[in-house]
């Protein structure tokens, strides 16, 4: 086995330019995949080993470690709470509730409400917590105020215990100014040792703060006295230095609920905030790994790992996951695959996301709906899984990629199956690049994913082919077309006058644009819209044959390869087209 080692700047979403890319064959393929090395401030060095019984490569990424913390954050937090006019409209009506009738409740605002007003942010998620009944109760006494003052009662939902969605006791739901409002009381938990389910009761402020999963998400706003409290006592520090700490001893909490990893993964994420030194060796814990994999369940796993691919900081958050070396338990695959997948490739899984997150951002994120986006970014990520399969319990060949999303993270149906597409005609797009941004004559177009079609012009030939690949993709054909600038033959770095070495995410985004107005060019961006020009009853006439089948099938698809080399062609030509065809067909059997 060859080895090949090469100083790179280690992957990282911190103080991150425009990424260097360096191509890697995978020997048992045409193609390469690129990967980008990031210029950071701190460098490392990783190996790429050649291994051809598996993805060809496989990399090795440190980026956390003994001596790898990055500088303090510094965090703006307001010092205090401004309310909006609606919320000074809620609040009140809630206090004249308890003082009606002199019910004595304590209301507090918990948790995200308070996190978010005070970085700033606006937030509409109200949850109050009450310290002397249940949230139902609450509500009931809010209607019948209404009722004694003339006004319309409201609706009350609500929703039961589900351990499985992360709500461990019963929540009430109610809208008052036009606002969803959800009240619970508080509560103190114990967990046993085989479930992530607790044991609930009624607890103190300072109980319920302690229990949540992070000091960030532990601050209550007290509506009585109009203050924050910081029951913790640091979860107003920690957000001013950017720090994701949990309130309780980082194992433990994590053993009582491994969920709270993920969440402290996403918020570190999403908030550009630093994971704690013991949190971190309390993630990686292998008892903690193991947690996740049995006792959370796999729903729950796929609804956070979707927050953080769907968020705004999607690589940081994979990296995270990749740094504590949960990527094995997160994205579990199946007990038998092949090829076998080599060591490091989760890192390689992260890069691949990274130089694709990076591209979509230069592009324009904007230009992709949000499930373009989406599964764009899931695509590339997987996109090392592309060729890697297990067997059906009728042993019959699965991408792995299926697997991930349905058995490991619950996801749609519909979602692997769309990235599993866009895996399939990445590889058939490669293809075509080369000769879509090619500035010479076209001798000879022949590719391995269709060898037989109709019999035209080179140019014409490419237009079909084009066609047929966007027709397979519809919408989605420029995030194929993104996903291409990370997996492409090597000639198309000559064919376009790119030096490897130099092949910068700038040029990157230049090819991408040069073959997006090449496939407009052609007229071929909404091409799955085209109608045929003659169906199947006209094809079955000229045929003399009253019934349907494969050979109706073939000459369908025949007349839609005619359409796309004879845009401006009508039913007329199409037609005569298939008649003089089917004519010399008959002459030559």
């Known amino acids: 086995m060859k080895a090949l080692s090469i100083a790179v700047a280690a992957f990282s979403t911190f103080n991150t330019t425009r990424p260097r890319l360096f191509t890697f064959p995978n020997p048992s393929t045409s193609s390469s995949l690129i990967l980008p090395a990031f210029k950071l401030k701190r460098f490392s060095i990783f190996s790429v080993q050649q291994s051809p019984p598996a993805l060809g490569f496989y990399a090795g990424v440190t980026t956390m470690g003994e001596g790898s913390a990055f500088p303090p954050l510094s965090v703006q937090v307001k010092d205090h709470i401004d309310l909006t006019p609606k919320e000074e409209q809620i609040f009140n009506r809630l206090l004249q509730v308890v003082e009606h009738y002199n019910m004595g409740t304590q209301l507090r605002v918990a948790g995200g409400w308070v996190r978010d007003k005070l970085l700033g942010k606006e937030c509409y998620d109200i949850d109050i917590a009450l310290d002397n009944m249940y949230g139902r109760e609450f509500c009931e006494k809010v209607n019948e105020y209404l009722s004694a003052s003339g006004e319309e009662t409201q609706g009350v939902g609500v929703i039961q215990c589900n351990p499985d969605q992360s709500k461990h006791l019963e929540t009430a739901r109610m809208r008052l100014f036009d606002v969803w409002i959800d009240f619970v009381n508080l509560r103190a938990e114990d967990y046993s040792e085989n479930s992530r389910i607790p044991t609930m009761k009624f607890g103190t402020a300072k109980q319920d703060a302690d229990r949540r999963d992070l000091t960030i ?21 920690d957000l001013k230095s950017g720090k994701i700490v949990t309130p309780l001893p980082p194992k433990q909490t994590f053993l009582d609920d491994p969920l709270r990893v993920l969440r402290a993964i996403r918020f570190g994420a999403r908030f550009g905030f630093i994971l704690d030194e013991e949190l971190k060796k309390a993630a990686a814990d292998e008892d903690v790994r193991v947690a996740i994999a049995d006792k959370i369940s796999r729903e729950r796993i796929g609804h956070e790992i979707d927050l953080m691919m769907s968020g705004d900081q999607p690589v940081k958050a994979m990296t995270y996951i ?16 092949e090829p076998s997948i080599p060591d490091g490739c989760d890192r390689l899984c992260v890069t691949c996301l990274g130089s694709a997150w990076e591209l979509l951002c230069l592009i324009g994120r904007s230009s992709f709906s949000d499930d373009q986006r989406r599964l764009c970014l899931y695509a590339a990520l997987f996109l090392p899984f592309r060729e890697t399969i297990y067997r059906d319990n009728k042993a019959k060949k699965i991408p792995v990629v299926n697997y991930i999303f349905r058995n490991s993270l619950k996801l749609k149906a519909s979602d692997a199956e769309t990235v599993i597409s866009l895996h399939t005609v990445t590889k058939k797009f490669v293809t075509l690049i080369p000769l879509l941004v090619s500035k010479e004559d076209i001798q000879v177009l022949e590719v391995d994913w269709k060898r037989d079609t109709i019999e035209v012009p080179i140019a014409s030939k490419l237009r079909i082919l084009t066609g047929l690949l966007l027709r397979e993709i519809k919408e989605f054909w420029r995030v194929t077309l993104l ?69 109706v099938r073939e000459w369908q698809q025949k007349l839609l390869e005619w359409q796309l080399a004879h845009p401006s062609g009508s039913a007329e030509e199409c037609l005569d087209w298939m008649k003089q065809a089917q004519s010399k067909r008959a002459r030559t059997e």
Do not use: C
């Open 217 to 237: 998400n532990s601050l209550f706003y007290n509506i009585n006295t109009r203050s924050v409290e910081d029951l913790t006592e640091r979860g107003i520090a």
């Open 322 to 337: 990749a740094d504590l070396k949960l990527f094995s338990a997160v994205f579990s695959l199946p007990s038998d695959f």
């Open 483 to 551: 996903l291409s600038m990370q997996l492409h033959p090597v000639d198309i770095v000559s064919s376009t006058s790119f030096s490897n070495e130099n092949f910068e995410l700038d040029k990157s985004s230049g090819l991408f644009k040069t073959v997006e107005n090449a496939v407009r060019t052609l007229g071929l961006e909404e091409v799955w819209e085209m109608k045929p020009l003659v169906n199947g009853k006209e094809i079955m006439n000229i045929l003399q044959i009253k019934s349907g089948g494969p050979v």
